[in-house]
Nanobody, 115 residues
Framework: QVQLVESGGGLVQPGGSLRLSCTAS????????LGWYRQAPGKQRELVATFTAIGSTNYANSVKGRFTISRDGAKNTVYLQMNSLKPEDTAAYYC?????????WGQGTQVTVSS
């Protein structure tokens, strides 16, 4: 059973920063893809940033230059550093991992950007 546990969400003012963490119950290098998605109220879940199996990264255009995905293999953890946050970044952020043809999701962590 694969488990993904997110942390680090919260309330932040526009222009502020947050770092999200996603800790996996197995080696992060065992995933074909591992990264972050988000879902705002009334909207579809969308990709934010992810690592591929070969270690390359993909970012949504809306976060390029502001968000950075990174990982620590020793801690089985993937991070999402979010800078210059905007109100439109407000959403529930989910960690998603794909391995052995299956998708696994964390429980989500809320990020609210508001003054």
């Amino acid at each position: 059973q694969v488990q993904l546990v997110e942390s680090g969400g919260g309330l932040v003012q526009p222009g502020g920063s947050l770092r999200l963490s996603c800790t996996a119950s197995r080696s992060i290098f065992s995933f074909a893809a591992l990264g972050w998605y988000r879902q705002a109220p009334g909207k579809q879940r969308e990709l934010v940033a992810t690592f591929t199996a070969i270690g390359s990264t993909n970012y949504a255009n809306s976060v390029k230059g502001r968000f950075t995905i990174s990982r620590d293999g020793a801690k089985n953890t993937v991070y999402l550093q979010m800078n210059s946050l905007k109100p439109e970044d407000t959403a529930a952020y989910y960690c998603k991992g794909t391995t052995m043809g299956n998708d696994y999701w964390g429980q989500g962590t809320q990020v609210t950007v508001s003054s």
